[in-house]
């Protein structure tokens, strides 16, 4: 038997809860600060949160090459069929 109640789990318990989304006017706010804030904790992390110029190189080059792997997908898809 399980003598441990912490690894036990019941019918009656959520395993994993689900976050209640509410629709308001603020909603589009608070996504916003919420990137803002993410996307300033990767900057810290890269340690480049303080020149935007390294910001730059490294989104720019993050973005063009997800765009070309997109780009030869899609192109690759119509020539040759999915």
């Known amino acids: 038997m ?3 109640n912490v ?3 019941n019918n009656r318990s959520i395993v994993a809860p689900k976050q209640k989304v509410i629709r308001n006017k603020n909603n ?3 996504m916003k600060k919420v990137l803002r804030q ?3 904790r990767m ?3 890269l340690g480049i ?3 935007i110029n390294s910001q730059i190189w490294f989104y720019g080059t ?3 090459a997800t765009f070309m792997l997109t780009f030869t997908y899609i192109i690759s898809g119509i020539l040759f069929g999915f």
């Open 49 to 51: 949160d303080g020149c």
């Open 43 to 45: 900057n810290y992390w």
């Open 2 to 4: 399980i003598k441990n």
């Open 7 to 9: 690894i036990r789990i």
């Open 62 to 64: 993050f973005g063009l």
């Open 28 to 30: 589009s706010v608070a």
């Open 38 to 40: 993410r996307f300033e």
